[in-house]
T-cell receptor, first 114, second 112 residues
């Protein structure tokens, strides 16, 4: 069974530029998550999708971040414009959902904003 | 109070000994609990999950859950240098919405 795929793996941009990340979850996983992980911290949930609907985006900085999951499969996360503090690893995870909701993570995208 | 708390470490344990990692959580309604291992520069990898009070064993790993005390732990027996990593505790806060919150992780170092 293929795991969660993410691209790109690394991205370096200047502040105020835009960037987009892509995620393809494990086949059949209805729930998809985007996390931001800053060095030395645990992953912080940005947005959670159930199929193609948003379940939780309370911690997504909506003035600059956006995400979509068209057709309930692939998802993209966009940052526009980027700030220095957005430098982090962006992790995508997917799960089958309840009852136990085990999440499986992709390799992540390391973003550096200069 | 943070929703999921872990001691950041580093926790140093001699090879072959038992490593004990602890996690507390704030929401009494939490349903399921996860331990992830994260090597430096890699993404989190699921080790175990537990949802009932008591112990759950898988090889050298044992997860322990005490919902009354809002406490979950991970024991690693016969610690190996390859166990050196950051261990993340994650809690499913709301079973209806599948919302999962992570602690900040405990760095574990196994010394030969």
């Amino acid at each position: 069974e293929a795991g969660v795929a993410q691209s790109p793996r690394y991205k370096i941009i200047e502040k105020r530029q835009s960037v987009a990340f892509w995620c393809n979850p494990i086949s059949g996983h209805a729930t998809l998550y985007w996390y931001q992980q800053i060095l030395g911290q645990g992953p912080k949930l940005l947005i959670q999708f159930q199929n193609n609907g948003v379940v939780d985006d309370s911690q997504l900085p909506k003035d600059r971040f956006s995400a979509e999951r068209l057709k309930g499969v692939d998802s993209t996360l966009k940052i526009q414009p980027a700030k220095l503090e957005d430098s982090a690893v962006y992790l995508c995870a997917s799960s089958l959902g309840q009852p136990y909701n085990e999440q499986f993570f992709g390799p992540g995208t390391r973003l550096t904003v200069l | 109070q943070k929703e999921v708390e872990q001691n950041s470490g580093p926790l140093s344990v001699p090879e072959g000994a038992i490593a004990s990692l602890n996690c507390t959580y704030s929401d009494r309604g939490s349903q399921s609990f996860f331990w992830y291992r994260q090597y430096s520069g890699k993404s989190p990898e699921l080790i175990m999950f537990i949802y009932s009070n008591g112990d759950k064993e898988d090889g050298r790993f044992t997860a322990q859950l005490n919902k009354a005390s809002q406490y979950v732990s991970l024991l690693i027996r016969d610690s190996q240098p390859s166990d050196s990593a950051t261990y993340l505790c994650a809690v499913n806060l709301d079973s209806s919405a599948s919302k999962i919150i992570f602690g900040s992780g405990t760095r574990l170092s196994i010394r030969p």
